[in-house]
């Protein structure tokens, strides 16, 4: 079946540590987003990524990083510069452009 | 920035009722998308409808834009418990990128 996953679902941090949430996609999806959603709110773009090898911030990029190696994988490390990382993270991927996007699950981050 | 501001934040009704969410956004746009979000998940696409579209309609869901007043509504007919989810319109800002509002706690009861 086609999808796209994240892992892990939940993850603890200590202060002042990276980590890395992992977003695979087998659609076949040339575009790919990251985003930050905390309790009771809407959505804010993180990073977005149209091809591979190339990617661009959103509204809150500060605090994270991206990449894209492969049109399949689209990784988010949420750096210790980020000073509020406790949130729900949200991967999506669509065709070109801001056509109709397909989410993961979700990664539940909580710094401990 | 969020581009859209849905309204109202919240809403409680019986199964049986129509329920009627509404986004205003700031900018124009190329499309128009709502998407449905069920608690602790990801979120899922309902309906698009373009900039040169006035009304949309999928099964129980119709969706009505009004480009000149940057707003759209979404009516869910005969709600059920089921319904039960937070909804959030999104946009695109005539960009690459989907900026999505705010959102409605749809809340159906039984």
């Known amino acids: 079946d086609g999808g796209i996953t994240q892992s892990p679902k939940y993850l603890f941090r200590k202060e002042g540590q990276n980590v890395t949430l992992s977003c695979e996609q087998n659609l076949n999806h040339d575009a790919m987003y990251w985003y930050r959603q905390d309790p009771g709110q809407g959505l804010r773009l993180i990073y977005y990524s149209q091809i591979v090898n190339d990617f661009q911030k959103g509204d809150i990029a500060e605090g994270y990083s991206v990449s894209r190696e492969k049109k399949e994988s689209f990784p988010l490390t949420v750096t210790s510069a980020q000073k509020n990382p406790t949130a729900f993270y949200l991967c999506?991927?669509?065709?070109?452009?801001?056509?109709?996007?397909?989410f993961g699950a979700g990664s539940r981050l909580t710094v401990l | 920035s969020q581009q859209g501001e849905e309204d109202p934040q919240a809403l409680s009704i019986q199964e049986g009722e129509n329920a009627t969410m509404n986004c205003s956004y700031k900018?124009?746009?190329?499309?128009l998308q709502w998407y449905r979000q069920n608690s602790g998940r990801g979120l899922v696409h309902l309906i698009l409808?373009?900039?040169?579209?006035r009304e949309k309609h999928s099964g129980r869901l119709r969706v009505t834009l009004d480009t000149s007043k940057k707003s759209s509504s979404l009516l869910i007919t005969a709600s059920r418990a089921a319904d039960t989810a937070s909804y959030f319109c999104a946009t695109d800002d005539l960009g690459d990128k989907l900026i999505f509002g705010t959102g409605t706690r749809l809340q159906v009861f039984p």
């Open positions: 409808i373009r900039s040169n579209e």
């Open positions: 999506a991927s669509g065709s070109s452009g801001a056509n109709v996007l397909t």
């Open positions: 900018t124009s746009i190329n499309n």
